[in-house]
């Protein structure tokens, strides 16, 4: 059975490898970069995050955050904010550029996902992630 399990954790980090490569094929043609991508993937998930908690989320100084904000704010993609609760901090958000950019990401990157999985059955989807949210759910209660 431990074998069993390392060749599942090895093809779970093929698997990995290639969706991140699908997603970074799919990135080439914003011109954006990896930071940026990162950004724009943390306010997609928080909706909206000050540069402090992207500084945490990333690994990376106050000075080189700014920088990749400051250049997206520059492409139109994020917009910088004040709150009148919280003047201390300034919190980056999707501008209207932004936003459409990434719902149509992802409707591009959930088109190629499709098409992995287009030779699957219903079932078969249904199989495969409901067994993934299973060990997902084990792993965390580690």
């Known amino acids: ?14 698997i990995y490898a290639s969706t991140i490569e699908i997603v970074n094929e799919n990135l080439k043609e914003s011109g954006l970069t990896h930071q940026q991508t990162m950004v724009i993937k943390l306010i997609a998930h928080k909706g909206r995050i000050t540069i402090s908690e992207l ?3 990333m690994s990376l100084a106050k ?15 994020v917009k910088k904010t004040k709150l009148e609760s919280d003047k201390r901090n300034t919190y980056v958000e999707f501008s209207t550029k932004g ?12 088109r190629s996902f499709d098409k992995i999985f287009e030779n699957f059955s ?6 495969t992630k409901e067994n993934l949210i299973k060990l997902r ?3 965390k209660r580690r």
């Open 1 to 14: 059975m431990k074998y069993d399990s390392f060749e599942i954790a090895m093809l779970i980090k093929e």
């Open 55 to 57: 500084c945490k989320e």
């Open 63 to 77: 000075g080189t955050v700014s920088g990749i904000v400051s250049r997206l704010e520059a492409a139109d993609y």
């Open 99 to 110: 936003f459409e950019y990434t719902k149509n990401f992802r409707e591009e990157i959930n």
């Open 122 to 127: 219903d079932n078969e989807v249904k199989e």
């Open 137 to 139: 759910n084990k792993l």
